[in-house]
């Protein structure tokens, strides 16, 4: 599928902009992209940095980074998809981080 990578991993096991924010940022849910697995925060958090990421590269579709979430959203289209093609692991951030 278009706008989809399955064989590129997640970027890490948090949002990458917050880890690397000074001082560091905070999450509450993880998105990674479906096209370069970049991980970011959600746009329940303060920096929003997964939608940021969808608007700067064009990429559109993300998975939820979260356990027991296998959801993909569609910035484009403003879709949700249930379930979508498998994805190189971690599937999730670590159960232990939250």
Do not use: K
Not at 9 to 16: E, K, R
Not at 18 to 23: M, Y
Not at 46 to 60: I, K, L, M
């Amino acid at each position: 599928m278009e706008g989809i990578d399955p064989g590129v991993p997640p970027s890490g096991t948090g949002c990458a902009d917050c880890a690397a924010a000074e001082p560091p940022g905070w999450w509450f849910h993880l998105r990674r992209c479906a096209q370069c697995g970049r991980v970011g925060c959600c746009d329940s958090s303060p920096n929003q940095h997964a939608s940021a990421h969808a608007a700067a590269t064009g990429h559109r579709f993300a998975r939820s980074f979260e356990p027991g979430e296998e959801w993909f959203w569609d910035y484009t289209d403003e879709l949700l998809y249930e379930q979508g093609p498998a994805l190189a692991p971690p599937d999730h951030r670590p159960v232990d981080q939250g």
